[in-house]
């Protein structure tokens, strides 16, 4: 039975985060961003984030945030949230499910703690700017 089912595999979509201006906060903060380097319209797109981990030997996790979008273009990207920066200390987790045509893709991404360091950029396909990539 288990057998029977086909887990799809993700390709040519990922998460990057970018360092952006912020006006309100009067400093550069991280922004998260999907990208879809592919040649398919991803559909229903939902997109869970939290974070968690620990601070002073006590274990710290967020509430949940959700985000949808009702389609993300070929080859295009958007923006999903802010990460405040008390939280760049914390694993900062993503879900992300989508369709392509009627099949159901799902992958989980992951910001390390401490990994969001402008030191560790890289530049960013698509939006070519430098960021974080995980894939």
Not at 13 to 21: I, P, T, Y
Request: aromatic content about 12%; overall charge negative; charged content about 25%.
């Amino acid at each position: 039975m288990k057998s029977d089912i086909v887990i799809p595999k993700v390709e040519n979509v990922f998460l990057a985060a970018v360092q952006e201006w912020s006006d309100d906060f009067m400093e550069k903060v991280w922004y998260v961003y999907l990208i879809n380097d592919s040649d398919f319209q991803l559909d229903g797109v939902m997109v869970v984030s939290k974070a968690f981990g620990t601070i002073d030997g006590e274990m710290k996790k967020t509430s949940l945030l959700r985000h949808a979008f009702e389609k993300v273009n070929p080859v295009s990207f958007v923006k999903i949230e802010m990460i405040e920066k008390s939280l760049l200390v914390l694993n900062n987790e993503f879900m992300l499910t989508y369709f392509i045509d009627s099949t159901l893709y799902d992958k989980k991404f992951i910001f390390k703690s401490n990994s969001l360091d402008p030191n560790n950029c890289e530049e960013v396909p698509l939006m070519f700017v430098d960021g974080i990539i995980v894939e």
